[in-house]
């Protein structure tokens, strides 16, 4: 499998600090995708990064990506306690793109304190 | 109310029984994952299909088995000869976007086999 990894596992910030989660992804791809888990539920989509960009923004969310280092980072600005979760990068499996199939990284479990 | 459901929430089973996950859409959406989670980790691709009648074994499929009949419907079977099958199930569903498609998740189902 061509996972990706997600780095560090697990984050715990207080409250309004940011909070900088990493992936590492193994094959070229046309774009890559952050998502949410609340505990025991099912995922939900943030934001997509296609290849040909560097760097983008939704709210409180900036997500960056090198391809030349086959990395991510998503950057969530002034933490809340209901951001607590884990936060996967999901990269689509090019070149075999056009197939519907993602891979989804290990995620990191990010907890903040009120 | 558009989304995709998964039922039951919980399911108990005993060893060497086969038992069926459902999982429904009302997105009209072409494609539906089936994905494994264990405790702390991410997410492992068992089957997918992208359109009805079709599907495609993604990293784990031994020991599961999945049918298409309708389009909003993708029920996975955990067979007597999934070894390990307790772990917490994801469902989803997505449309090609062009060059990416969003994955939405049901709310999941926890198997526990005793």
């Known amino acids: 499998s061509q996972q990706g990894e997600e780095d560090p596992q697990a984050l715990s910030i207080q409250e309004g600090e940011n909070a900088t989660m990493n992936c590492s992804y193994k094959?070229?791809?046309?774009?890559l995708q952050w998502y949410r888990q609340n505990s025991g539920r099912g995922l939900v989509h943030l934001i997509l990064?296609?290849?040909?960009?560097r760097e983008k923004h939704s709210g409180r969310l900036r997500v960056t990506l090198d391809t030349s280092k086959k990395s991510s980072s998503l950057l969530i600005t002034a933490s809340r306690a209901a951001d607590t979760a884990s936060y996967f990068c999901a990269t689509d499996a090019y070149p075999t793109s056009g197939t519907y199939k993602y891979i989804f990284g290990t995620g990191t479990r990010l907890k903040v304190l009120a | 109310d558009g989304g995709i459901t998964q039922s039951p929430k919980y399911l108990f089973r005993k060893e060497g029984q086969n038992v069926t996950l459902s999982c429904e859409q009302n997105l009209n959406h072409d494609a539906m994952y089936w994905y494994r989670q264990d405790p702390g980790q991410g997410l492992r691709l068992i089957y997918y299909s992208q359109i009805v009648n079709d599907f495609q074994k993604g990293d784990i499929a031994e020991g599961y088995s999945v049918s298409r009949e309708k389009k909003e419907s993708f029920p996975l079977t955990v067979t007597s000869a999934q070894k390990n099958p307790t772990a917490f199930y994801l469902c989803a569903s997505s449309d090609w976007e062009g060059d990416y498609n969003e994955q939405f998740f049901g709310p999941g189902t926890r198997l526990t086999v005793l």
């Open positions: 094959t070229s791809i046309n774009n």
């Open positions: 990064i296609r290849s040909n960009e």
